[in-house]
């Protein structure tokens, strides 16, 4: 077996997210795999690698949410950190997106590059290429990582009000 079988990748956060955002233990990889603008053979290691971890339970069916709600907390900024970029056409992330944009007044904005996306701001490289184009068809998908990318780059005052909205939603 390959050793970087057992490393989570930053697409293992968005597969787990999706899982939660379903809240549907009955999904198939394949499904996923199309949700997610992936391959089949990403969603099956990803899935591997997350049971590894202890993050999926009953036989990579189930996240294990209170886990989960623990790595965002205090490990997704320090293993997937993020800084903002170059100012670039894209989908509202972090503290510009739903819903945070309600709690925070900021004058930058947060974007991941997208060319359909309908606002510009400071570029926020998203966890998976993918990740606008799933966000777009899933509202529920594209809060909760609106929200970790908040985690990723916000300030404590953001970072506070997301990982409350965080916990609220997974738990």
């Known amino acids: ?5 057992r490393q989570m990748k930053p697409q293992d956060v968005v597969v787990l997210t999706k899982l939660i955002a379903l809240n549907n233990l009955d999904y198939t990889q394949t499904a996923l795999a199309e949700m997610l603008y992936m391959s ?50 894209g989908t509202l992330t972090a503290h510009s997106a ?28 998203p966890l998976y290429p993918t990740v606008p184009k799933a966000a777009a068809l899933d509202n529920n998908l594209y809060e909760l990582l609106a929200l970790m990318d908040a985690v990723r780059v916000g300030r404590a005052r953001e970072k506070k009000i997301a990982l409350e909205l965080l916990e609220q939603r997974i738990c």
């Open 98 to 125: 739903p819903p945070l944009d309600m709690e925070i007044l900021s004058e930058e904005k947060y974007v991941w590059p997208y060319a359909k996306g309908q606002s510009r701001g400071q570029s926020i490289t």
């Open 40 to 89: 089949q053979s990403e969603i099956s290691s990803s899935i591997s690698r997350s049971t590894y971890a202890g993050l999926l339970m009953n036989k990579g069916k189930e996240v294990n949410r209170k886990l989960f709600v623990d790595f965002i907390k205090y490990g997704l900024a320090v293993v997937f950190p993020q800084h903002p970029g170059a100012i670039v056409r």
């Open 1 to 5: 077996m390959n050793k970087d079988f």
